[in-house]
């Protein structure tokens, strides 16, 4: 499975952008599909994530209200809609797989796409 992301950028606070992230194949029903970030110096932190086949979503508390990840079942995609972004929002973004339905740790994805840099100046 190749996953790769797109849809970052540079934007001011308070602005939205969108991450997509297209899977070379359609996923399992039971897979999930999560985005995690990494910004400088920190370790990478779970974002948000969706089970594939129930649509069920997970989010980190930094993210909750102002995130919002959804599928494109046609596209074999998901879509992480930021909105209200803050400075500390800028990271590289990572979309990734898990086979084992694994949410929250990132060991327990399987498949990671290269990354998009998201850049939030105050």
């Known amino acids: 499975v190749q996953l790769q992301a797109c849809g970052g950028g540079l934007v001011q606070a308070g602005d939205s952008l969108k991450l997509s992230c297209a899977a070379s194949?359609?996923?399992?029903?039971?897979?999930?599909l999560g985005w995690f970030r990494q910004a400088p110096g920190k370790e990478r932190e779970f974002v948000a994530a969706i089970r594939w086949g129930s649509r069920n979503t997970y989010y980190a508390d930094s993210v909750k209200g102002r995130f919002t990840i959804s599928k494109d079942g046609a596209k074999n995609s998901v879509n992480l809609q930021m909105n209200s972004l803050k400075p500390d929002d800028t990271a590289v973004y990572y979309c990734?797989?898990?086979?084992?339905?694994?949410?929250?740790?990132?060991?327990?994805?399987?498949?990671w796409g290269q990354g998009t840099l998201v850049t939030v100046s105050s």
């Open positions: 194949g359609r996923p399992y029903s039971s897979s999930v």
């Open positions: 990734a797989l898990s086979r084992r339905g694994s949410i929250w740790q990132a060991p327990g994805y399987d498949y």
